[in-house]
Each structure stands twice: as structure tokens, then as C-alpha cells.
T-cell receptor, first 114, second 121 residues
Framework: KNQVEQSPQSLIILEGKNCTLQ??????????LRWYKQDTGRGPVSLTI?????NTKSNGRYTATLDADTKQSSLHITASQLSDSASYICVVSDRGSTLGRLYFGRGTQLTVWP | EADIYQTPRYLVIGTGKKITLECSQTMGHDKMYWYQQDPGMELHLIHY???????EKGDLSSESTVSRIRTEHFPLTLESARPSHTSQYLC????????????????????FGPGTRLTVT
């Protein structure tokens, strides 16, 4: 069964600190992995997207890594800001269908305190 | 920011009422999707469409129905709302797989609307 597991489930950090969120997946055949940020009551917004040949990608203060061999990804947030408080969702796409089926993790709820 | 819109943003309605959740996109995307998301849980695909007059059920069984008469419009209807339908409904769209084939990572990129928070009392 294709699955995406994220950890931790929730995280509280102080403003200015760094943090790393984890994602393990079993989706096969793998197409790409993306990290989304979802603010409360809003739709997810894409932060990064990586194919199997990419092992790191940055978007401002967000840096995602991918190890396709171990099927793990991480999202590192540097110098956190209050606006980073949101749910961060790991999403993996399979290559096996024209639909481009997405498999969603449950997200890590990040809270940044002043 | 993607050009995909959902209305209403919030809806509180009584049991047995018929409701339609609207979703529109101005990007000319062929594929559109409806997801259901409960608090703290992952998104579940309930309906999708490859294009006009094409609709399919997703992974999660849903009593809702959808239609795709125009490319830009993908409404979701509940004929008789029940408290078990209380959830957040997210609409998304993406370009055709064939149209972006070969462009690394862009295949299957889905753009989400802001969601509709539905409460059935």
C-alpha cells in the first residue's frame, strides 16, 4: 500500500530558530515529491518539488532534501518567522498512472512562538 | 498564487438540504480534482475529471456528485447533506499530463483553491 508518513506530528519552536521536518514514503513507482504549506483554513501551496534525480532544492528559507534510495525526505526551515506557523504536508506522486495520483501525508503542524 | 476559486468559503447548513460547492479556475487546466480533508488528517481524493464531460470517483467513497460541463468549472453537489459530510472540501486543478510531459517535476503539479469549510447541523 502506498503511504506517506510524516514526523513529528506537531512542533513548537521559537522565532528565529531552525527546524527540520521528516517524511518517509513507500509510494512506487516514484515520480516526484513535493512539500506543501497549508495555512489554517486555506488550500495547500507548493514550496518545493523534486524528482528522483534531485537530492536537494531550496526556496528561500526552505530547503528540501530527498534520498530516493531510503525513500526519505526532509524539509529544513531556517530563521523561522511567525508566518511559518502552518501545516507542512509531504506529497508523493506515482509514475504509474496518467492521473498523476498524489499521496498525502497528514502533515506536521508547526507553531512558531515569538 | 494560483487562479483557482472556491465558493462559499464557509457554509453551515441543516441536515437534508441540497448544496453545491463551486470551483472555478482560469488557468485553462484540463484536470480538476475534489479532495476532502478532516482536521489533522490527510487529503483524500473524492472526485476528479480529465476534461469536459469526464468525471471519475476517487479513492474515498463519497455521496457527493460532480459535473464538468465547462473546462473552468467543476461544481460538487450533495443532494441531502448529513452531519457526516462536515469537513473541508478542497478543489485543485492541473495541466494535462501530455501537455507538460518531459518537463521535469511539472507533471501532475496541482494548484489548490482556498477550500470550503462545510458544517452540517
Amino acid at each position: 500500500k502506498n503511504q506517506v508518513e510524516q514526523s513529528p506530528q506537531s512542533l513548537i519552536i521559537l522565532e528565529g530558530k531552525n527546524c527540520t521536518l521528516q517524511c518517509n514514503y513507500t509510494v512506487s513507482p516514484f515520480s516526484n515529491l513535493r512539500w506543501y504549506k497549508q495555512d489554517t483554513g486555506r488550500g495547500p501551496v507548493s514550496l518545493t518539488i523534486m524528482t528522483f534525480s534531485e537530492n536537494t532544492k531550496s526556496n528561500g528559507r526552505y530547503t528540501a532534501t530527498l534520498d530516493a534510495d531510503t525513500k526519505q525526505s526532509s524539509l529544513h526551515i531556517t530563521a523561522s518567522q511567525l508566518s511559518d506557523s502552518a501545516s507542512y504536508i509531504c506529497v508523493v506522486s506515482d509514475r504509474g498512472s496518467t492521473l498523476g495520483r498524489l499521496y498525502f501525508g497528514r502533515g506536521t503542524q508547526l507553531t512558531v512562538w515569538p | 498564487e494560483a487562479d483557482i476559486y472556491q465558493t462559499p468559503r464557509y457554509l453551515v447548513i441543516g441536515t437534508g438540504k441540497k448544496i453545491t460547492l463551486e470551483c472555478s479556475q482560469t488557468m485553462g487546466h484540463d484536470k480538476m480534482y475534489w479532495y476532502q480533508q478532516d482536521p489533522g488528517m490527510e487529503l483524500h481524493l473524492i472526485h476528479y475529471s480529465y476534461g469536459v464531460n469526464s468525471t471519475e470517483k476517487g479513492d474515498l467513497s463519497s455521496e457527493s456528485t460532480v459535473s464538468r460541463i465547462r473546462t473552468e468549472h467543476f461544481p460538487l453537489t450533495l443532494e441531502s447533506a448529513r452531519p457526516s459530510h462536515t469537513s473541508q472540501y478542497l478543489c485543485a486543478s492541473s495541466e494535462s499530463h501530455q501537455r507538460v510531459k518531459g518537463v521535469s517535476g511539472r507533471e501532475y503539479e496541482q494548484y489548490f483553491g482556498p477550500g470550503t469549510r462545510l458544517t452540517v447541523t
